[in-house]
């Protein structure tokens, strides 16, 4: 009989055998387990109970994932612990007296406490916060006292590479709660964001001359990293969805290792969600597509999502009534497009989740998801080089996501960062139908992220023909800072920039800057545009986009 409240569903495996499937995670679940498992105790460098947080049992009747020894590097398999954090598992035993560990004393932290002011309710905005925010304070002595679970003694001290136990816990539900991995040993463990932990990623699978798959345009600090380790760039044409699964397979089906000077690739980079630079997302069967494709052609997917909150409501057009949001975060989380984590039978791909996007850059906190052996072969890595992110971020996390919000709370702040970045993008699209030539400027409206793709019909410049694609890019990048409007150029995101491109593109974005400020910038790129294709006559500006 199953336990009070869990709802269980039995699948016949044979005549005689069956399987007890539990229903997926729910807010309330987590409550319950926490409930069983008891109250969390994780003093300093506590090593987390990863299959605890999961609900030990809970994932059984999944699959193990495959083993990856074969892409692993050198470096990466040939990494050992760090035998000083190993021994921090004994610190956890009753009565020790520990002489053993450099770790020092809280008596020396000059920090008694630390107060925040958190939003209150669903009161989110900057205003509301400051004015009628709720202050919570972290002490330095709280978890001996038994007033909260984590502190500042413990926080401020050494730990492990995986991060604090009170903070992996709430990571590890929330990845099961939106994500579900369809196979056993799945595992996360902190980063100190999305561009740490793909660095670590690149060193556990690039050797030398190898090839990664990537879109023809992608995140710059991604090529940036690839290149100095020796990894070459395989640049994949993209539509409107991203990455094209078939293109994949044609080139690696081909695939000559003489002719390429390169072993076939293993290796597959995206960012599926609101893409860089170009707001790609993918739906839904291009993720199976693209997954198919990796399990045909036995690749690692590096699935860098720091944008997949950042899913808008449908852009309907200018002037057009509002889609309604989501009417509950589980309504919420069931609009989003399954990750290609969710897919994931093998075990063959690392998601790189971050707060940079959704919470705070400064705070330097993220996190991945991958098989049991991946993961520990990262946390390998980090524990002789990033260690765990920073003591501060992880307790001011801490206080505002598990102790303040809990889940719920911190799904309605996504549905909430949702609504604001739907009005964003939409004030940059308005702003685009009103000042850009729609004859020489065209664009798909973004689903998710922070980037805006505007492509620009170059073969109308005047100079096309005599100057390069990359010249005349430049020539409306110049003529766009002198209207005072910086645009970015597409060839900055260049996958592979020896792969000659017929296309031109700029790269705007509607994160930071007020909505009046938008629409201006927008203007003036117009404007640029129009004098460099001769629309108009050309104007001599101040550098503040005003004419004299």
Same mark, same amino acid.
């Given at each position: 009989?199953?336990?009070?409240?869990?709802?269980?569903?039995?699948?016949?495996?044979?005549?005689?055998?069956?399987?007890?499937?539990?229903?997926?995670?729910?807010?309330?679940?987590?409550?319950?387990?926490?409930?069983?498992?008891?109250?969390?105790?994780?003093?300093?460098?506590?090593? $987390?109970?990863?299959?605890?947080?999961?609900?030990?049992?809970?994932?059984?009747?999944?699959?193990?994932?495959?083993?990856?020894?074969?892409?692993?590097?050198?470096?990466?398999?040939?990494?050992?612990?760090?035998?000083?954090?190993?021994?921090?598992?004994?610190?956890?035993?009753?009565?020790?007296?520990?002489?053993?560990?450099?770790?020092?004393?809280?008596?020396?932290?000059?920090?008694?406490?630390?107060?925040?002011?958190?939003?209150?309710?669903?009161?989110?905005?900057?205003?509301?916060?400051?004015?009628?925010?709720?202050?919570?304070?972290?002490?330095? #002595?709280?978890?001996?006292?038994?007033?909260?679970?984590?502190?500042?003694?413990?926080?401020?001290?050494?730990?492990?590479?995986?991060?604090?136990?009170?903070?992996?816990?709430?990571?590890?539900?929330?990845?099961?709660?939106?994500?579900?991995?369809?196979?056993?040993?799945?595992?996360?463990?902190?980063?100190?964001?999305?561009?740490?932990?793909?660095?670590?990623?690149?060193?556990?699978?690039?050797?030398?001359?190898?090839?990664? @798959?990537?879109?023809?345009?992608?995140?710059?600090?991604?090529?940036?990293?690839?290149?100095?380790?020796?990894?070459?760039?395989?640049?994949?044409?993209?539509?409107?969805?991203?990455?094209?699964?078939?293109?994949?397979?044609?080139?690696?089906?081909?695939?000559?290792?003489?002719?390429?000077?390169?072993?076939?690739?293993?290796?597959?980079?995206?960012?599926?969600?609101?893409?860089?630079?170009?707001?790609?997302?993918?739906?839904?069967?291009?993720?199976?597509?693209?997954?198919?494709?990796?399990?045909?052609?036995?690749?690692?997917?590096?699935?860098?999502?720091?944008?997949?909150?950042?899913?808008?409501?449908?852009?309907?057009?200018? %002037?057009?009534?509002?889609?309604?949001?989501?009417?509950?975060?589980?309504?919420?989380?069931?609009?989003?497009?399954?990750?290609?984590?969710?897919?994931?039978?093998?075990?063959?791909?690392?998601?790189?989740?971050?707060?940079?996007?959704? @919470?705070?850059?400064?705070?330097? @906190?993220?996190? @991945?998801?991958?098989?049991?052996?991946?993961?520990?072969?990262?946390?390998?890595?980090?524990?002789? $080089?990033?260690?765990?992110?920073?003591?501060?971020?992880?307790?001011?996390?801490?206080?505002?996501?598990?102790?303040?919000?809990?889940?719920?709370?911190?799904?309605?702040?996504?549905?909430?960062?949702?609504?604001?970045?739907?009005?964003?993008?939409?004030?940059?699209?308005?702003?685009?139908?009103?000042?850009?030539?729609?004859?020489?400027? $065209?664009?798909?409206?973004?689903?998710?992220?922070?980037?805006?793709?505007?492509?620009?019909?170059?073969?109308?410049?005047?100079?096309?023909?005599?100057?390069?694609?990359?010249?005349?890019?430049?020539?409306?990048?110049?003529?766009?800072?002198?209207?005072?409007?910086?645009?970015?150029?597409?060839?900055?995101?260049?996958?592979?920039?020896?792969?000659? #491109?017929?296309?031109?593109?700029?790269?705007?974005?509607?994160?930071?800057?007020?909505?009046?400020?938008?629409?201006?910038?927008?203007?003036?790129?117009?404007?640029?545009?129009?004098?460099?294709?001769?629309?108009?006559?050309?104007?001599?500006? %101040?550098?503040?986009?005003?004419?004299?």
């Amino acid at each position: 009989m199953a336990p009070p409240g869990m709802n269980i569903e039995v699948t016949a495996e044979t005549d005689t055998t069956g399987i007890t499937i539990p229903e997926p995670l729910t807010i309330a679940g987590i409550g319950k387990r926490r409930t069983a498992a008891g109250r969390l105790i994780a003093g300093v460098a506590a090593a $987390s109970d990863v299959e605890a947080f999961k609900g030990r049992g809970r994932h059984a009747h999944k699959p193990l994932s495959k083993r990856w020894d074969h892409h692993l590097t050198k470096e990466s398999a040939g990494r050992v612990g760090n035998r000083l954090k190993e021994a921090a598992k004994f610190l956890g035993t009753p009565g020790i007296i520990s002489l053993g560990g450099g770790l020092p004393s809280s008596e020396y932290f000059p920090f008694d406490e630390m107060s925040l002011k958190l939003p209150t309710g669903q009161k989110f905005s900057a205003h509301d916060i400051h004015t009628g925010g709720t202050t919570v304070t972290a002490g330095k #002595h709280d978890l001996s006292e038994g007033t909260s679970l984590f502190d500042i003694s413990t926080a401020l001290n050494y730990g492990q590479g995986t991060g604090s136990a009170q903070l992996l816990r709430f990571i590890i539900e929330h990845t099961e709660l939106v994500h579900n991995p369809p196979y056993r040993d799945w595992q996360c463990t902190m980063t100190i964001g999305s561009t740490s932990s793909l660095d670590m990623a690149l060193r556990m699978f690039l050797n030398y001359g190898d090839y990664i @798959i990537t879109e023809e345009y992608t995140f710059s600090a991604a090529v940036e990293t690839a290149r100095q380790m020796g990894g070459r760039l395989l640049s994949i044409p993209i539509d409107e969805q991203g990455l094209l699964p078939d293109e994949i397979d044609q080139v690696l089906s081909s695939w000559d290792p003489v002719a390429r000077n390169a072993r076939k690739p293993h290796l597959l980079y995206t960012v599926p969600s609101g893409q860089n630079p170009t707001g790609a997302t993918m739906s839904t069967q291009r993720r199976r597509d693209l997954y198919a494709v990796a399990q045909k052609h036995d690749l690692i997917i590096l699935e860098d999502e720091p944008y997949y909150f950042l899913q808008m409501q449908p852009y309907t057009g200018p %002037n057009a009534p509002d889609v309604p949001l989501p009417a509950s975060v589980e309504d919420f989380v069931r609009s989003l497009v399954p990750s290609l984590l969710s897919m994931d039978t093998d075990g063959r791909v690392m998601r790189l989740d971050s707060f940079s996007k959704v @919470i705070a850059p400064g705070s330097r @906190i993220g996190w @991945i998801t991958a098989s049991e052996q991946l993961v520990e072969r990262y946390i390998r890595h980090a524990d002789l $080089s990033t260690q765990g992110p920073s003591g501060f971020s992880q307790l001011a996390l801490f206080k505002l996501l598990d102790e303040h919000w809990g889940h719920e709370g911190y799904l309605r702040w996504l549905l909430h960062i949702r609504a604001e970045y739907t009005r964003r993008r939409d004030v940059m699209l308005a702003a685009c139908e009103e000042h850009l030539p729609r004859e020489i400027v $065209s664009w798909v409206p973004p689903m998710a992220g922070m980037f805006h793709w505007l492509k620009i019909d170059w073969t109308r410049h005047p100079a096309f023909g005599t100057k390069t694609v990359e010249q005349v890019e430049n020539d409306i990048f110049l003529a766009a800072i002198d209207k005072g409007a910086l645009i970015m150029p597409g060839s900055y995101f260049y996958a592979d920039n020896e792969v000659e #491109h017929d296309t031109m593109f700029f790269r705007a974005t509607y994160a930071a800057a007020p909505f009046d400020k938008i629409v201006e910038a927008v203007r003036r790129f117009g404007d640029a545009i129009r004098e460099e294709f001769g629309l108009v006559e050309k104007r001599v500006t %101040n550098g503040n986009g005003h004419a004299h």
